[in-house]
């Protein structure tokens, strides 16, 4: 413990990479050790560039805090799948997530292709909007995957809405899926049912060819706040095509 002004840097102000230097001197400390909290995004440039572990200290300054202290603690990180295969998101679609993830875990691809040990490197797997059918052997895996205490992530609808038809035409008809994963996840407890839900907390759509261009789309629903504190500060997100859930056993925990 102990404390650093700016008398000891000979008065140099921010952002002098002599400061820096001088601060890590007196403590012994090394750039893979050090963490800098600023509100100031260019002074944190340098320390950036030393390999500090750098926080631009904004409205969420608890969240930062303890991001970079998790950051600066992680020894290793684990190791999380995105199944490929059966026509899920692609590396493209995925990106934003995965920037986001990378600081944590370790990202990669994988496809099972009814390999049995295919998923015994991850601690976690997730399945983002699968479109075609999985094999039984590939369920097989999954399900030992999830047996041996792997998390599984999976965002999914069991219908298919054709959006160049709707806009075309202005109607369209949807046709199951099946996936044979929503079969697996009755197993686990909670059944996806094969309809739409709607409501009017949701995103309009804008069209030129209606009287009035915006239009409601009941389909888009936003999400309502919730005070769960893993996800309490999340802006509401928007789901298109939302099935219902329903779960079969007591012992599920919504």
Known sequence: DGCFDISES???????????????????????????FEDLHINLKEPFSMGWETVWVTNNLEYNLVDALRRLTSIEKKKIAFLQGHGELNDFETRIAKALLSPYYSIKNVTIDGYINALEEFEALIIADPKTPFSEADLFTIDQFVMNGGDLMCFMNTLDIKNDTLYAQGYTHSTRKNLRLEH????????INDNLIMDVNSIPKYDPRFDESRLNWYYQVLSTNTSHPIVKNIEPVGMEYVNQIEFTNDNVTP
């Open 184 to 191: 697996m996840l009755f197993d686990y407890g909670f059944k």
């Open 10 to 36: 000979d008065y140099l102000p921010k952002p002098h990479k002599e400061i820096y230097e001088s601060f890590q001197k007196k403590f012994n400390l090394e750039n893979s050790s050090t963490a800098m």
